[in-house]
């Protein structure tokens, strides 16, 4: 193919080359070939494969130093692109170049910044809006859309005969129909979600607006009538029985959705760990209404008063859930782990299960941290106590290999009964958390091993190597701190993070530290090729243990029943899988980062509703970043807020960009990251999910060695 031929030239040059190189080097004679030369290079820069420069000089995209990704616009005029599988890329004010938040956009590196990548975007590449989400308001009697998400700088009018009957204050779901003139579109109502005063609509809104159904169409919930309420005889053939073992789940405690149960029994200096997991594929058949809706949506959402499922209640919190004291079907992972924590033989069964009791991480960490045995858990201490050693041993396994734990903390958002925040808290991540983490991974890679050696089409969760360069510019800003860390970055492995963050793990600002190495390194996705999981240490990982909340394990479980329960393996099967598995994985890797930004966006709005009841009340807290515009400043529960620098009345500041400082005339050294200050909360606005503060004092800001 001429394609192919094409993108061969291409490999092989590091310069650009024209229109007339590449007829040349192709050996093309005729007016005709050329003609279909060019169109064929029009194809292939259309499908982002080629890159066409100002000067109509063409190179490969992955050989250039250009990216494509999504605009995340922030309302200060900067913003971010969000690259698949890499680091964001800061986008000045000056270098947007007409983009709006969502575009589609080809961006060019132009210099680190910091730790973070600088660039600038040369090309709008697609322009599909979504559904939008906004505030009806009428002017001289016309409907306009006020869209909660200011980013996006586009004035909306609604046709009066597509309205709903929806009135001021309304918050709405809309579809763009035409484009009226720049940056002008007209729009119809789809749905009214209710009055902006309503109870949840804050949390509807922006579920909506990023596309997350919060219902099922009436052919999935048709699919349900045929769905038993409980396990049926027929359903237990050849399945192995472990209904008489003492098997138990642990969950948090509004947990209703509940993936995996645990067993333990220990023979000499050897455990066998069983990791049970509902066998959900059991009952979402492929391309079933229900299957296709799972696949859509992906993942559950979690967020602050609610869970948005991947399948309705009657799967993920009835006959799938591995509800106690109820007959269930699973998946089993049975392994025999040594001494060292090395899984020496293991069994992957088609299962019955009975959970004994459905506990909760709070009562367990309450036996394994303070020896307090809840009611009911008598019977259970020395399983739990088995396997904490067990967990120790994995961990340990572990972390001699080169597992990073970042050991990033994550708030709680506590809500009333009309879903407002109420409190902010740390969520804890105690021993039984630990625990069952451990777990999980354990028997993922298993199963990861077991089909990779098998050489079979897979989905796997993978992580890449760092890019050599990134690291070394969050070692430049180290050094500028202060703090002066040694290692070997020409050889980028695990180890060498667990030693960067051995190395700061006594320092003040520890956790911003470990959150910025982090945003340093690749993100987690899934792929049909494995190229190992970075941050755990691991060769070989997939996601197995979750399947109510997330299909790629649905996928996983569904392939163990086809190569290793139903023994098909043919070339027919292989063939299938290894042309749908890559459009399974990358869909899903998408609609987890929606699922994540979706969570994100309604902690800030929860966050800021919860500060807004807290105007003038002072705080101690931590810079946790330095912009030119002013710092963020995290409080001890997470919530950040940000310092304007025209806020800043005790002097002349400005931001210094080669040490990364807000410096005052008089003030030398300033504001930087980590320093300490108290600040007092000066606005919040729910509906922009941002907090403002003043800075009271500025606290010690030595660094510590």
Do not use: W
């Amino acid at each position: 193919m001429l394609e192919d031929k094409i993108l061969e030239i291409l490999k092989n040059e590091n310069k650009a080359l024209s229109v007339y190189e590449i007829n040349d080097a192709l050996g093309l004679t005729t007016v005709d070939e050329l003609k279909e030369l060019l169109k064929t290079l029009n194809v292939l820069e259309d499908n982002l494969k080629i890159y066409r420069t100002n000067k109509n000089r063409y190179l490969l995209f992955s050989n250039s130093h250009l990216k494509i990704g999504t605009m995340i616009a922030n309302k200060k005029g900067y913003g971010f692109v969000d690259i698949e599988g890499d680091q964001d890329v800061f986008i000045p004010p000056n270098s947007i170049n007409g983009a709006i938040h969502g575009d589609k956009v080809i961006v060019e590196i132009t210099s680190p910044k910091g730790i973070d990548l600088e660039g600038r975007i040369v090309k709008i590449v697609d322009r599909k809006f979504k559904q939008m989400v906004g505030e009806i308001y009428y002017k001289k009697n016309r409907p306009y859309l006020k869209l909660d998400d200011d980013r996006i700088n586009i004035t909306v009018e609604i046709d009066k005969k597509k309205t709903q009957g929806a009135m001021d204050g309304h918050k709405v779901l809309v579809k763009i129909t035409n484009k009226l003139k720049e940056n002008n579109y007209k729009g119809e109502v789809i749905k009214i979600l209710g009055h902006k005063n309503d109870p949840g609509v804050d949390i509807l809104s922006i579920t909506n607006e990023m596309g997350i159904p919060d219902t099922f169409s009436a052919l999935v919930m048709q699919e349900l009538d045929n769905v038993p309420d409980e396990v049926l005889d027929k359903d237990l053939i050849d399945r192995v029985d472990l209904r008489k073992e003492i098997i138990f789940t642990i969950d948090g405690d509004d947990t209703k959705d509940i993936d995996d149960a645990i067993s333990i029994e220990k023979f000499q200096d050897h455990y066998k760990l069983g990791v049970h997991i509902a066998d959900v594929s059991y009952y979402v058949r492929p391309h079933t209404a229900l299957d296709n809706e799972a696949f859509d949506r992906g993942t559950s959402v979690y967020l602050a008063d609610r869970v948005i499922p991947m399948l309705p209640h009657k799967l993920s919190n009835g006959i799938c859930s591995l509800n106690p004291n109820v007959d269930r079907l699973a998946i089993s992972c049975i392994m025999e782990i040594d001494k060292n924590g090395n899984v020496i033989d293991y069994d992957i069964l088609k299962t019955v299960i009975k959970s004994r009791i459905q506990m909760t991480y709070n009562k367990v960490n309450q036996i394994l941290e303070d020896n307090i045995i809840p009611d009911g858990y008598e019977e259970y201490v020395d399983k739990l106590k088995m396997m904490e050693d067990l967990a120790n041993i994995l961990r340990k396994n572990k972390e001699n290999r080169g597992y990073i734990d970042f050991e990033i903390d994550e708030s709680k958002i506590v809500v009333d009964e009309k879903g407002k925040a109420i409190d902010i808290t740390l969520r804890n991540r105690g021993t039984g958390e630990k625990l069952i983490e451990d777990f999980m991974i354990a028997a993922n890679e298993t199963v990861a091993n077991h089909i990779y050696y098998m050489q079979l089409p897979f989905i796997y969760r993978v992580h890449g190597e760092p890019d050599e360069e990134k690291i070394t510019n969050f070692m430049r800003y180290l050094n500028i701190l202060g703090y002066h860390v040694k290692a070997d970055l020409k050889k980028l492995t695990p180890k060498t993070m667990q030693n960067i963050l051995a190395q700061l793990k006594s320092k003040k600002e520890f956790h911003l530290l470990s959150a910025l190495l982090l945003r340093s390194m690749q993100k987690a996705v899934y792929d049909t090729n494995n190229i190992g999981h970075f941050g755990i240490a691991s060769k070989c990982y997939t996601h197995f243990t979750s399947p109510i909340r997330r299909y790629p394990d649905t996928t996983v479980h569904r392939l163990l029943h086809t190569y290793l329960f139903n023994n098909n393996i043919n070339n027919e099967t292989i063939n299938y899988y290894e042309r749908e598995l890559p459009f399974i994985a990358e869909h899903t890797s998408d609609m987890e980062r929606r699922s994540i930004e979706c969570e994100r966006a309604v902690d800030d709005m929860k966050k800021a509703e919860y500060m807004m009841d807290h105007i003038g009340e002072e705080f101690n807290g931590i810079i946790s970043s330095v912009m030119n515009f002013g710092m963020f400043v995290e409080l001890p529960n997470l919530i950040e807020g940000l310092v304007k620098l025209d806020s800043l009345q005790d002097d002349y500041y400005t931001y210094d960009e080669t040490t990364f400082t807000i410096r005052g005339n008089n003030d030398k050294r300033g504001y930087r990251l980590g320093d300490s200050v108290r600040v007092k909360v000066v606005a919040a606005d729910k509906e922009k999910r941002t907090i403002d503060f003043e800075v009271i004092k500025h606290g010690n800001s030595e660094s510590e060695s």
